[in-house]
């Protein structure tokens, strides 16, 4: 299957590892799925949809953070991160802090200057990028992720596993459990037992 949709994973792992650090990773295409797409969207009704509508009802930090965000929020965001996280990688600082001016003043570059006008609103709002790329991997995920929980051989130990995006990239999607500490359990049996349950597109 190009795009699985259960992933069912057994870890066997020494006795020196407390918890390990794992990452599950889709394509782009696979994340973006469940979103409802509308693909005859002129480009002009799409940035009016956004400046005036969109990014207006989300006008402080709560509401940013905490509230659903219509997909093509999620889209945009989506791009401006992978692209920014893909200048970091495969260029020096100084070498992407050059980028980033390039495409805030040149005139061919429209589509890339939205990454300089997300820049801001997160600024404005008092929103790290930490914070905005957590969010966008929630309203991402959050159509088609059923089930994705830490088992043990205790049947009676619930354990409550939150989700955390680790990359967002123009190729792929990735995210890792994450535990509070009323969650954190040390692996005792040195089985470790994740279910990652995604529902059909």
Known sequence: MEYPKQSNMNIMFNESMNMPNITFCMAKQQAWSHLPLN???LADEW???IQQTELEKLNSREKFLEE???YRLVLEAYEVIATLNSMERETTAQGS???????????KLQAKRTMITWLNEIKQRGVTFEELTQKIGSET???SLRRFQRTTFNESLKIKTKFRTSWISTMQFC???WFDRDNYFEIKDQVLS???LLSSS
């Open 39 to 41: 693909n005859s969207e």
């Open 47 to 49: 940035d009016r949809r």
């Open 68 to 70: 659903a965000w219509d």
């Open 97 to 107: 802090a050059r980028s980033i001016n390039f495409f805030s003043t040149h005139p």
């Open 141 to 143: 995920i959050k159509y």
């Open 175 to 177: 995210f890792q459990p």
């Open 194 to 196: 994740l279910i990652s």
